[in-house]
């Protein structure tokens, strides 16, 4: 991955192909979580819905009531970022050197922004859960999704940078 960089009103990232692909595949599935918890099918006690979706209050029946009526507008917000990012991904063109290039509108960037840091929250919080708690994952494998996550944080910090200071080589 190369850092994002300005072009006017866009902001560009460029990844390689295996990259691009992997980001399109997190962002799908980082929205299934948000689905889920739209149409009232999570599980609260689920680690990851718990850090996205958290109590608001330390009563069980008052928690229950506010995400009754707000759990809905946060995931629909939440699905708009990461619908947004899909779509941008989806918009790519390759560029001379197969990398691709995804040119984000200054209008996406906060969805973008904060897309990632949905994607980032849901990897860090498996990878806290550690093996134990995973019957399918190795420790290998949750290596991977830190590298994964220390990956997003770079992009974001990357996109940061590029909208506060403009093109970055």
Request: hydrophobic share 45%.
């Amino acid at each position: 991955m190369r850092p994002w960089a300005r072009d006017g009103d866009t902001l560009v990232l460029e990844l390689t192909a295996d990259e691009a692909t992997m980001l399109t595949r997190l962002v799908s599935q980082v929205r299934q979580v948000f689905v889920a918890v739209r149409d009232g099918e999570a599980d609260h006690a689920d680690p990851v819905v718990a850090r996205l979706f958290p109590d608001a209050y330390d009563d069980d029946d008052l928690a229950e009531e506010f995400r009754r009526l707000t759990a809905d507008d946060q995931a629909a917000l939440r699905l708009d970022r990461q619908r947004a990012m899909a779509r941008d991904l989806a918009a790519h063109a390759t560029v001379a050197d197969s990398r691709v290039r995804v040119a984000v509108p200054e209008a996406s960037v906060d969805a973008w922004l904060a897309g990632i840091g949905d994607i980032r929250i849901v990897l860090h919080t498996r990878v806290a859960q550690g093996p134990e708690n995973h019957l399918d994952l190795s420790a290998e494998d949750l290596a991977q999704f830190q590298a994964v996550v220390d990956w997003l944080g770079y992009a974001q910090g990357s996109l940061v940078e590029a909208v506060v200071g403009g093109t970055r080589d």
